[in-house]
């Protein structure tokens, strides 16, 4: 291996660990100064516990007590992953499954994409969730995720569903998690950059209705309301509306007008709070007014008054929606008493909002600031009680942590870990010792650790990190570049997600992953909290070909239809006639019921391809427009004899 | 982790290692049954070198010769791989590359699939190379990638192209290794379920020639010849076609017409042989039938005879298609001096054909019989030569080996490894043995080793075990169920693939990666062979917005073209004004020259999304049929400031 990757390494003089450090040094600041910024450089430097190198001497072996002993994190073969990581994907459209500590992949779920694997946006089931013009085609078929939380009970995950936003065409998906699979997907009316999402965790009213029954979710982009061609050139009109999602219709209930970019969201354990942190609250149209204010907001909703003033009647709709929609706007809630927001200030342009595991803290990060904004739940509370005199007095800390801080996880002991964008690192603080600091304490010393992460850290999240069963286990470091990081392959590059191990002191890094761009968020869930179904259940599907006896082609008119099954290695019909022109829809039920007997249904030179798992039934529509046979083929290897596994489409003039 | 483990095994029985065992045994002789096989399922034990629990005492530690010290194959952060695997990915339609022995995914390289990622299926580049229908709609988004294989000089890798098949709609794809791309994508004519594909080595004829120009394809459904809605349903008229294109222009050079079925395809270094294993020589048209003989064949064909008798005009042409087509049935080649091609019998339904590192021998593997049939290349020649009496006897050895061998793979010292599906195992066995052994040499033992593999293996592969190269260190398989293997993620499964060290003389299972449904073969390439580009030539593309002064929007009509740059964190227009109803096209070029700084396009609500990699030129073309203002935004996470890199995109009523 060391001859090989000396080659390599000859071929490639920036691989060397010194010179990646170069590197990355010359880019972040290349990266600044092209941003046009001035700020305080060596500011946030004073009070490191631990060199910015401490990292690299862990991958060296130079600092025992980041060392990692060999084998000690691998997965053997037959052994299962401790944890699930379900992530977004971003502009890829889909959502991830990977183990960890392995790293591998588990599932790629497809929901904003065509997956012809699966046939999704090629079955009829899959296109009616995704949504279809009036021809029958796909409304959409890109999409950008984000973000993917999961259902909550009792403060915790409940293995129910999991919700993931599209920030390019503003839809919420819906994944039941026995199936691992969409099955809702809702566009919501009048925004666009639908960015932030997070499922509340309880009724903010009704206590006793302690799990997930509405999501939230942040619009980033301002636009004229509505959007039909008026207010094109006029930015102060442009709004963005902050959406509430019933859980279980995933219908949209209602929507807040607010001021400014909305960005990511989070939500209190009591119900009763919704916070989203906030850029250009100017309304700029252009880069140079989006960054002109000092200070942003980290933006908190009142769920409970919201709702009390739709039932009031205090709502509007906007253009065709029928979507109640309420005035969030500063201008509209300065009385703290009947507000129905509260606009924390924070230093500008910020990014992240995260809740600790506690529920005490909303920890706002600083972006172009470095400093993380620690906002206590309990006076923000006050605050709609009318009893703090300003929001920016919910502010209890707000420490200098390092360039361009991002995203906050939390390891349950007190700690918190924050993505440094610029400084491609995390760092470890501890929130009370930044309260102590706060308040004066001058010895207080909020910094506890600092690791190198290769490069440009994104999101950051712990095991279990965002419910109250945080174990402080495992962080992952999802970064933005891979630079030289894995070996080359080409101009457009993976991404690097970096396993640390946050149990001791000091944070270890365990390994590298790699993840096709562009994941943003995840969450880490212990695997015993998640339960799956491995066999659907026939009687789940209406139009399920029952039995072998029930295949058949049925014509009316020149529509046909034919129902078959799979059983491995047979399709129930060797073939399937029809008449150029038809239209002709495909139902088929799979009757194996062996775990992982998956079987294909492939139509040559039809552009027609999906599974049907073991008791699962779909269906395909299309016209036959072309003369001729066309074999139909197991496209998903079943069997030893899975190759003969053929039927023929028999097309005839 | 033991706790965690022991919960998930309490919630899944079937988990503990002595039951999985169970579970697969009752699987294979279950799915055995299902076919109606009644083959000797004991036969091929006698000879056994090692215990079928061989492979599970290395996961337990059990048998000290197969254990894996810890770390042992640990990729360590920020340390590279040894070797590259370009894999298919199946009916996903994607190629991919992993990282060996990390087993990372590297890259998704998109192919006959739409990738909003990459905006594959959306650029006006891409579609142009996927093929579009008239209305600029692709034609079509679905594939079945079965082979990746590599470009050749002196007989080993060259890193110039990639080629891959498509088994659903009939394309073969060219990836250009430099960036790792698709280039080219051809549509064969009169073929379906092309399955087997290989470059040709060297020119048949001149030897000075020592690299690929030829790429081979195998048709494995036999049609009517043209398939026009004639003889629908008389599979005696229904024929294959081999099919031979050209490596630079892609274009098909000739078609050979054959009886049987057309599975994998392997080729001589000499450049003079091609060699396809086929099952139903029967021309079947449903199972039974496909079935009934008991022998098929192993196919091969001279390419220089048959270049010869298109240059001499003994071809024709079928349908529409111009290609020039030779009858290469059995029927029509009775004289071998001047045959163009030879049907060596192997045992029924064989499937996988590869040729030994040495040239020496092609092995083709038996699948429903549980032996390999080792065919000598110099008595094949022999045969074209008139020398040899039958094609049989260019069989040299027919070694049981175990029961549904699929693929063989080689290691460069005389063994030869096959994936044995029935038996989910890789047995590793010496060639000269075999030869021995069907020579008379009852001492004779072929098998040396076996390991079992968690479950059903198809494809097994050496590392570069293609070339003269093969240096006998990493083997995968590719199985073909996890079943138990991973968490549990829902009904859909994904692939295991297992490394194995084959340096020894016992194998050693690595480690277990996963692999999204479903890749089939691959190619085990060392990292040092791989030559990439970081970064694109902007001259490279004749569209090219080359300078930020040229950035502006066109008008002819109703057809508006839009000319942009980008560099982080802008792009070159704050906004683009049309018309409801114009045909907009956007043209973008990242100036950007820092490795990895690739940016997005998206634009909201409009179903629009690229990237732009350093210095690359992308466009699109698209109607602008909604009113309004819509923020276009970076989708590629490319700077401090990338929320705020947004343009808009304005459509006046």
């Known amino acids: 291996m060391d001859t090989r990757e000396q080659e390599i390494n000859n071929n490639h003089p920036d691989l060397q660990d010194e010179s990646r450090r170069k590197f990355l040094g010359t880019t972040a600041m290349v990266t600044l100064a092209g941003a046009g910024m001035a700020i305080g450089l060596t500011a946030c ?46 502009h890829n459209g889909e959502v991830r499954i990977y183990g960890l500590p392995s790293g591998r992949t588990l599932k790629q779920i497809p929901v904003f994409n065509i997956d012809p694997m699966v046939g999704w946006g090629i079955t009829n089931e899959s296109k009616k969730i995704i949504g279809t013009r009036p021809d029958g085609s796909l409304k959409y078929f890109t999409g950008d995720t984000h973000h993917v939380h999961g259902s909550y ?95 279980e219709s995933m219908e949209v209930r209602w929507q807040v007008k607010v001021d400014g970019n909305m960005d990511l969201v989070a939500t209190s354990y009591d119900g009763k709070l919704a916070a989203v942190n906030q850029y250009n609250v100017e309304n700029g149209a252009v880069l140079a007014d989006m960054m002109s204010a000092e200070r942003d907001a980290c933006l908190f909703l009142n769920v409970a008054r919201i709702e009390a003033a739709i039932k009031a009647g205090k709502s509007f ?71 703090l005199k300003e929001p920016r007095d919910a502010v209890v800390a707000e420490p200098e942590i390092g360039l361009g801080p991002l995203h906050t996880a939390f390891d349950g002991k007190g700690n918190a870990y924050t993505s440094l964008f610029l400084d491609s690192q995390i760092v470890k603080w501890n929130v009370e010792a930044s309260i102590a600091q706060f308040k004066g304490d001058k010895n207080a010393k909020p910094v506890v650790d600092r690791i ?58 365990i390994h590298d992953h790699t993840a096709y761009p562009e994941p943003h968020d995840a969450i880490i869930v212990r695997a015993d909290v998640v339960k799956t179904k491995q066999i659907y259940n026939m009687d789940d599907f209406p139009n399920a070909v029952k039995s072998f ?12 239809n034919v129902y078959m099954t799979s059983q491995a290695p047979n399709y129930s019909l060797q ?28 139509i040559e030179k039809y552009n027609i391809n999906f599974i049907v798992n073991p008791q699962e039934t779909h269906s395909v529509t299309f016209k036959a427009d072309k003369a001729g046979m066309f074999w139909i083929y197991c496209t998903h290897f079943c069997h030893a004899l899975h190759l003969e596994m053929r039927s023929r489409f028999i097309v005839e003039k």
Chains 1, 2 share one sequence.
């Open 575 to 602: 073939e399937i006639r029809v008449k150029q022109g038809d239209e002709v829809t495909i139902t088929l039920t799979n009757h194996d019921k062996v775990e992982d007997l998956t079987h294909g249904f492939g």
């Open 45 to 90: 430097k004073k009070d490191e516990a631990a060199t910015p190198a401490a990292g690299k001497a862990a991958e060296a072996g130079g600092d025992a007590s980041r060392a990692v002993a060999p084998g000690e994190f691998e997965v053997h073969p037959g052994k299962l992953d401790e944890y699930y990581i379900f992530s977004s994907s971003g």
């Open 452 to 509: 190198d992460v290769h490069y440009q850290p994104g999101h950051t999240y712990a095991s279990m990190g965002e419910t109250k069963e945080a174990d402080g286990k495992y962080l992952n470091a999802g970064n933005k570049f891979s630079k030289d990081r894995f070996l080359p392959v080409g101009p457009l590059h993976v991404e690097t997600e970096q396993l640390i191990d946050i149990r001791g002191d000091k944070m270890r890094l």
């Open 153 to 247: 009970t009792d403060g915790t995950y409940d293995s129910k569903y999991l919700w993931t936003n599209d920030k390019l065409n503003n839809r919420i998906a819906r994944i039941r998690m026995d199936y691992m699979e969409c099955d809702k997907i809702t566009e919501i009316p009048n925004v666009q950059g639908f960015h932030g999402i997070f499922p509340d965790k309880r009724d903010p009213v009704d206590a006793s209705i302690n799990h997930t029954t509405r999501v939230f979710c942040g619009a980033e982009f301002h636009i004229p309301q509505p959007n039909d061609g008026h207010d094109l050139d006029d930015p102060a009109k442009w709004r963005g509306l902050f959406t509430c999602i019933d859980a």
């Open 549 to 560: 006896g029930d295949s058949r082609v049925e014509r009316k008119g020149n529509k046909v």
């Open 317 to 387: 709709t906007i253009g065709d929606s029928k979507v109640p929609v309420v005035d969030g706007t500063q201008a509209a809630n300065a009385d703290p008493k009947t507000a129905l927001t509260c606009y924390v200030p924070v230093p500008k342009n910020p990014h992240g909002v995260n809740l600790s595991p506690d529920g005490k803290y909303f920890v706002c990060a600083g972006k172009l600031s470095p400093t993380a904004t620690v906002i206590a739940t309990e006076l923000v509370h006050k605050y709609f009680a009318g009893e």
